[in-house]
């Protein structure tokens, strides 16, 4: 079964720091796509990063970027020059490319504190 | 662009009752889902649309139906509503590109007495 890992429910960073959240995820495919998402007080889920499985070279969105390494099947999103705005729940999903099947699977969060 | 909307923001029901949350997305998308979130947890899929006319079950269909008469709307009808489906429910579409994002709506808190 595909599943995706988040270890650290909670999360905290002082402002301007660098924090590195991390995910793992458990499948047997080889063609897929990594996605972050962050969910803000206001609950709007907004797409960070994406990282698809074949391109070997890590995403990068401004001061967000991933750390993918696909044997040890983890994708741990870091955050660099921490802003308050950065606080929210980070969520990592993952997607296969097969067919119509565009189901995220998704981990169950890590909670980010930015502390001022 | 309005992007994804959806109505209403925060619904009461009383067990046993029926509503429909409504879902419109405006970017010509022929994916849409709907998720629920509960406190605490990740996104979990109950339906999703590959196009007017299609639907298909997710992780927790159960409770729930969806019908897809257009692109732009993709509703979701609870029946005799139960404190289980107390929950935040999401909306999203998406092209049918495998990394496509989905772009979410702002959620709907629903809350069953």
């Known amino acids: 079964a595909q599943t995706v890992t988040q270890s650290q429910p909670e999360m905290s960073v002082q402002e301007a720091e660098t924090v590195t959240l991390s995910c793992t995820y458990d499948?047997?495919?080889?063609?897929?796509?990594l996605f972050w998402y962050k969910q803000p007080p206001s609950r709007q889920m907004i797409l960070v990063i994406r990282?698809?499985?074949?391109k070997q070279q890590n995403a990068t969105e401004n001061r967000f970027s991933v750390n993918f390494q696909k044997a040890a099947k983890s994708f741990s999103l870091k955050i660099s020059d921490s802003q308050l705005g950065d606080a929210a729940m980070y969520f990592c999903?993952?997607?296969?490319?097969?067919?119509?099947?565009?189901?995220?699977?998704w981990g169950l969060g890590t909670s980010l504190a930015v502390n001022p | 662009n309005a992007g994804v909307t959806q109505t209403p923001k925060f619904r009461i029901l009383k067990i046993g009752q029926s509503m429909t949350l409504q879902c419109t997305q405006d970017m010509n998308h022929n994916y849409m889902y709907w998720y629920r979130q509960d406190p605490g947890m990740g996104l979990k899929l109950i339906y999703y649309?590959?196009?007017?006319?299609?639907?298909d079950k997710g992780e927790v269909p159960n409770g729930y139906n969806v019908s897809r008469s257009t692109t732009e709307d993709f509703p979701l009808r609870l029946e005799l509503a139960a404190p289980s489906q107390t929950s935040v429910y999401f909306c999203?579409?998406?092209?049918?590109?495998?990394?496509?994002?989905?772009?979410f709506g702002p959620g709907t808190r629903l809350t069953v007495l």
């Open positions: 990282q698809e499985a074949y």
């Open positions: 649309s590959v196009g007017a006319g299609i639907t």
């Open positions: 999203a579409s998406s092209y049918s590109t495998a990394g496509a994002e989905q772009f």
């Open positions: 499948t047997s495919e080889s063609d897929y796509y």
């Open positions: 999903a993952y997607r296969v490319n097969a067919g119509n099947n565009r189901k995220l699977i």
